[in-house]
């Protein structure tokens, strides 16, 4: 029967000590799992530094495109400023033409009318010279005979 007495593994127990190749397989395996999270903590330090360098690119390019976008906006706005400009004036040349187009209107109704009365005085002018040549011709006649 055996005694369940506590044995020193300094005393050279076998039984309590462990062999020498477990202790080596357990160096390995923690030597191991150290390259391992060096590996993974080197990755997530590279990884962080790729983010930050992503972060501020995309941070960059927001600045431009919010710079794009204020200047395309005070581009809108001066465009729209010079079309109402351009709107007012085409509003007042319209005005304008329709004043003169009634002016011309008027000049011309004014001018037709002029040429009717004068058409009607040649045509008195002359009625009355052939009627002056028929009274002349009856006097002259009358004087002959």
């Known amino acids: 029967m055996k005694t369940d007495i506590p044995m020193n593994p300094a005393n ?12 080596v397989d357990d160096l390995e395996m923690l030597n191991r799992a150290a ?14 530094g790729r983010a930050q360098t992503m972060v501020i690119h995309a941070q960059a390019e927001l600045k ?17 400023t010079e079309q ?9 040349f319209e005005k304008l033409l329709e004043a003169r187009s009634e002016q011309i209107h008027t000049i011309r109704i004014e001018a037709e009318e002029q040429c009717k009365a004068a058409e009607r005085r040649a045509q008195e002018a002359e009625d009355e010279l052939e009627a002056l040549r028929e009274a002349i011709k009856t ?6 005979a």
């Open 64 to 80: 431009m495109a919010e710079r794009l976008l204020q200047e395309s906006e005070a581009a809108r706005i001066a465009a729209e």
């Open 84 to 92: 109402r400009k351009a709107k007012a004036k085409l509003e007042e």
């Open 35 to 48: 390259e391992t999270m060096k590996r993974a903590e080197d990755r997530a330090v590279e990884t962080q």
């Open 12 to 23: 050279g127990d076998l039984h309590t000590r462990p062999a020498k190749q477990p202790l």
């Open 139 to 144: 006097l002259l006649g009358q004087q002959i």
